[in-house]
């Protein structure tokens, strides 16, 4: 089946530090990656997505490459404040499993400190 | 505002005491699901539902019920709830293409005791 596995938290980074978070995925087929952020108290909400291989997706800062060959989509920010404190998704969605079944990660919380 | 609206936020309930999470979203989707998130498992898919009375079980749907007589709306039900069942819960829902991202609504926290 399909799986998302995502580097363990918590991730704690100084203001402006260089932000990596790990993604890797096990689907067959061709899904569509996406990764979501969870401000606390909040539901998730899309941050960037990317439907093939070698896209880029990218937003607010943040920044994830597609990379089939070596089925990864790591997140990553040049230079992260203290509100991108938050839990940070990865997920995969629209293999031969159909565009229903999403499979989430566990979960990176980041913590930056001023 | 687009928007998926769940309530209640916070319910604190006793075992075997029936309750339902209400979901309601206003984009026209098609597609909407319910999740739960727990510590170090992620979100987990309960059920889901590809239109008006079309509904299947995803990953973990023991003890949920689901329907979907209108479009907007697709509560949640769990007709006997179990402490096991105390979670943070999330509705979703997307549109129909496979790269349609998902709108979640701010989540239901309920307690089972």
């Known amino acids: 089946g399909n799986s998302v596995t995502q580097m363990e938290g918590p991730v704690t980074l100084s203001e402006e530090a260089f932000l990596t978070i790990n993604c890797t995925y096990t689907a067959t087929g061709y899904p569509s990656l996406f990764w979501y952020v969870q401000y606390p108290g909040e539901g998730l909400q899309l941050l960037l997505k990317a439907t093939k291989a070698d896209d880029k997706g990218s937003n607010k800062g943040f920044e994830a490459t597609y990379r089939k060959e070596t089925t990864s989509f790591h997140l990553e920010k040049g230079s992260v404040q203290v509100s991108d404190s938050a839990v940070y998704f990865c997920a995969l969605s629209g293999d031969s499993g159909g565009y229903q079944k999403v499979t989430f990660g566990t979960g990176t919380k980041l913590q930056v400190i001023p | 505002e687009a928007q998926v609206t769940q309530n209640p936020r916070y319910l604190i309930t006793v075992t075997g005491k029936k309750l339902t999470v209400t979901c309601s979203q206003n984009?026209?989707?098609?597609?909407m699901s319910w999740y739960r998130q727990d510590p170090g498992l992620g979100l987990r898919q309960i059920y889901y539902?590809?239109?008006?009375?079309?509904?299947d079980k995803g990953d973990v749907p023991e003890g949920y019920k689901v329907s979907r007589k209108e479009k907007r709306n697709f509560p949640l039900i769990l007709e006997s709830p179990s402490p096991n069942q105390t979670s943070l819960y999330f509705c979703a829902s997307s549109g129909t293409a496979n790269n349609s991202p998902l709108h979640f609504g701010n989540g239901t926290r309920l307690t089972v005791t």
């Open positions: 539902s590809m239109n008006v009375e079309v509904t």
């Open positions: 984009m026209n989707h098609e597609y």
